[in-house]
C-alpha cells in the first residue's frame, strides 16, 4: 500500500483530499504546518507528498527543500498563488510537479497515480541494463546506483533530474523532444505544462556546472528538446 503524506494549513481541505486518497487504497497521512510536514515525513517515509506552498512555520519551499536531504518520495506541491515563479522556485527545490488551487480532487488523485507509476530506475527508458555505468568527459552516471559524480565529487539530484539523465544518457546521440521526457519520466498519462522539463534541466545543468552556452553534458537542440554532449 502506498504512503500519502497531505500537507494543508486548511484542515477541511487536507482531511478531505486524506479521505478520498484513503478511499482510493493508500494509506494517509495529514499535516498542518511546515514543522509538523517534515517530522511526519521522517517518521511515516511516505511515497507521495501533497504539498502545500503556503504553510505556517516553515513555508512549502522549505518543507521541500529539508524532505529532500532524507528522502526520495515524490513531491508535488499545491500553490493557491498564480505566480509562475512560485512553481519554479517549488520545482528548483526538487519538487516533481504542481498544481494551482483551485483543483479537482478527482486532478490530484490522478497525478498521485501518475507520479506511483513513474519507475523509480528509469528502466522505461530505454536506458539499457547492460551498461550501468555511463561516462561523458569528467560526468560519470552509475544507472545501477542512482548515482552521478563529476570529476569524482558525487553530485545530489532529485529522483525527476536523474530519471532526465538516465533517459539522455540512454541514447547520447539522440534529440528527445520535452514530450519524449514527459512520457517516459512522468508517464504518458500526465497532463500539465511541458515547460516542466525545461525548469527540471535547468536545475540539472546547474548542479553539474554545466554552461548552457557552451554545455559539456547536456545540450539544447533548438525546436526539438535535449540531447547529451556537444557537437
Not at 39 to 61: F, K, T, W
Not at 178 to 206: K, P, T
Request: hydrophobic share 40%; with cysteine; proline share 5%.
Amino acid at each position: 500500500m502506498a504512503r500519502v503524506l497531505v500537507v494543508d494549513d486548511e484542515r477541511a481541505l487536507a482531511g478531505m483530499v486524506g479521505a478520498y486518497l484513503s478511499r482510493e487504497g493508500y494509506e494517509t497521512f495529514l499535516a498542518y504546518t511546515g514543522p509538523g510536514a517534515v517530522q511526519s515525513a521522517r517518521e511515516n517515509a511516505p511515497d507521495v507528498v501533497v504539498l502545500d506552498l503556503g504553510l505556517p512555520g516553515l513555508d512549502g519551499v522549505e518543507v521541500c527543500r529539508q524532505i529532500r536531504t532524507f528522502s526520495d518520495c515524490y513531491i508535488i506541491m499545491v500553490t493557491a498563488r498564480k505566480d509562475e515563479v512560485d512553481k519554479l522556485i517549488g520545482l528548483s527545490v526538487g519538487a516533481d510537479d504542481y498544481l494551482t488551487k483551485p483543483f479537482s480532487v478527482r486532478e490530484l488523485i490522478a497525478r498521485v497515480h501518475t507520479v506511483l507509476r513513474r519507475p523509480r530506475t528509469a528502466t522505461g527508458s530505454g536506458a539499457p541494463a547492460e551498461a550501468p555505468s555511463r561516462v561523458f568527459g569528467d560526468l560519470r552516471l552509475d544507472t545501477a546506483g542512482r548515482e552521478v559524480y563529476v570529476a569524482g565529487d558525487p553530485i545530489e539530484l532529485t529522483p525527476t533530474e536523474f530519471d532526465i539523465l538516465v533517459i539522455l544518457a540512454s541514447r547520447p546521440k539522440v534529440a528527445f523532444s520535452r514530450q519524449q521526457i514527459l512520457d517516459q519520466v512522468w508517464g504518458e498519462s500526465w497532463v500539465g505544462d511541458d515547460h516542466v522539463v525545461d525548469v527540471h534541466v535547468a536545475n540539472l545543468r546547474r548542479k553539474l556546472g554545466d554552461d548552457p552556452a557552451a554545455p559539456h553534458y547536456v545540450r539544447t537542440v533548438r525546436g526539438v528538446g535535449y540531447r547529451m554532449g556537444q557537437g
